[in-house]
């Protein structure tokens, strides 16, 4: 076991997380008494571009951990499911953002590789990381999470890659291979920093690009995390909630849980600013309040 793994185990058993269960629980108690977020924006470096950043963060005094949203190819940053993950984290107490990056387009591991690191370069005094951790608030320090979605999900996956203090990521349709892009060298357990007892994805069951259907989606969960459990298993999460989800068509409120089930209907085609009151609102494990309150069990305080 190297130092970067020992470090991430001692810091598990001291009590960074506890049960899948009580951080559910201590989640939903925090999400029932959220706090006031004011909204800030900023702007980083990709190159020789300049990329915007929307953020929310606590009013109250105090510094904070850090949480970075990475949304997916074509979506606007500040759709209505990015905003919903920033403001959550929000008003759980962190420095909350969701980037823009060069999102028009797919691409290889070195392509969605080096838009994760413009991201999240500790080294640069140009990128986001880098802009978000000079906040007045901010303490990356007590550690930072992200997430994201489709591509965005590769992002928040590969973010430790070059960004030691990222903890926890949790992924929205994560997988090791989107049409004929094979990702598998950067995505497949072992080939990405992120330990995979600090990672959580949520696939939908006929996500064309997880294969369509529960077996093709459960094979790349697996393949993405290193984790099996079942020929049959929708959930296959560990004690601390690590692991990966299938969502199930009858959970969603349009009964299709395609790539994009977050939304209100109509798959990807659909509007991104009608979300599934589900995804949105609930405490399922496959809802974002569960993810989030997942996160948290990551950083201090």
């Known amino acids: 076991m190297d130092s970067t793994k020992k470090t991430e185990v001692t810091s598990e058993r001291k009590g960074s997380y506890v049960g899948a269960a009580a951080i559910l629980l201590a989640g939903v108690l925090f999400s029932a008494t959220a706090a006031a977020v004011d909204s800030f924006t900023s702007t980083y470096k990709n190159g020789s571009t300049t990329e915007n950043i929307t953020g929310r963060e606590p009013t109250a005094a105090g510094t904070y951990p850090v949480f970075i949203y990475a949304v997916g190819t074509t979506e606007t940053f500040t759709n209505a499911s990015a905003i919903a993950a920033i403001t959550g984290m929000a008003n759980r107490g962190y420095v909350s953002a969701t980037v ?70 949790y992924g929205i349709g994560d997988h090791n291979s989107y049409s004929f892009f094979n990702l598998s060298s950067c995505m497949n357990n072992g080939n990405h920093t992120l330990s995979n007892t600090r990672l959580r994805i949520v696939n939908g069951e006929v996500d064309t690009f997880g294969g369509g259907n529960q077996n093709a989606v459960r094979t790349k969960a697996q393949a993405v995390t290193g984790l ?60 974002l309040n569960a993810n989030l309150d997942w996160l948290t069990g990551f950083t201090s305080k």
């Not at 020929?231 to 395609?258: F, R």
């Open 100 to 169: 823009q990056y060069p999102n028009s387009s797919f691409g290889s591991c070195t392509t969605i590789g080096g838009r994760a690191k413009a991201i999240f370069d500790p080294t640069s005094a140009t990128s986001a990381v880098t802009a978000l951790c000079a906040r007045a608030k901010a303490d990356c320090s007590k550690g930072i999470v992200v997430g994201g979605f489709s591509q965005g999900s590769i992002i928040a996956t590969l973010a430790k890659n070059t960004e030691p203090r990222v903890q926890a990521a």
């Open 228 to 287: 099996t459990c079942t020929s049959t298993s929708t959930s296959c999460l560990q004690s601390n909630g690590s692991g990966w989800i299938i969502v199930l068509n009858g959970q969603v409120s349009d009964g299709q849980a395609d790539h994009c089930y977050m939304r209100a209907s109509g798959g990807c085609s659909g509007s991104q600013s009608n979300l599934d009151q589900g995804w949105a609102n609930g405490a399922d494990p496959w809802e």
